[in-house]
């Protein structure tokens, strides 16, 4: 249970950063303006590192690594496809 619970939190933080990191980047498209480079840069970047430590309590430290970059990767990739997918779903709502 308390596995889970350190999985779904590392999760969760994880992910936060790489949502931090990429609403922080100058052409991200969720937001009229990006947020500020530097707080949300650094921001980004320690939930991402919060999230690998909670990996490796449950983990070995290289697989917590390896899990922390998967997660970002996949969401790095996914955020732009969504933003364009929700453009056009408010594009056709009109």
């Known amino acids: 249970m308390v596995v889970t619970l350190v999985h779904a939190l590392a999760l969760a933080t994880t ?3 790489a949502v931090s990191l990429y609403l922080a980047a100058p052409c991200q498209q969720w937001l009229p303006r990006p947020l500020s480079a530097w ?3 650094v921001a980004g970047t ?3 590192s919060a999230g690998w430590m ?3 309590v ?3 430290p290289v697989t917590a690594i390896f899990t922390s970059l998967i997660v970002s990767m996949a969401l790095f990739t996914a955020l732009p496809f969504a933003a364009v ?3 056009s779903a ?3 709502k009109i």
């Open 58 to 60: 449950v983990l070995h």
């Open 15 to 17: 992910s936060a950063g």
């Open 39 to 41: 707080p949300g840069r």
């Open 90 to 92: 408010l594009a056709w």
């Open 46 to 48: 320690l939930a991402l």
């Open 54 to 56: 909670l990996w490796s």
């Open 85 to 87: 997918a929700r453009a």
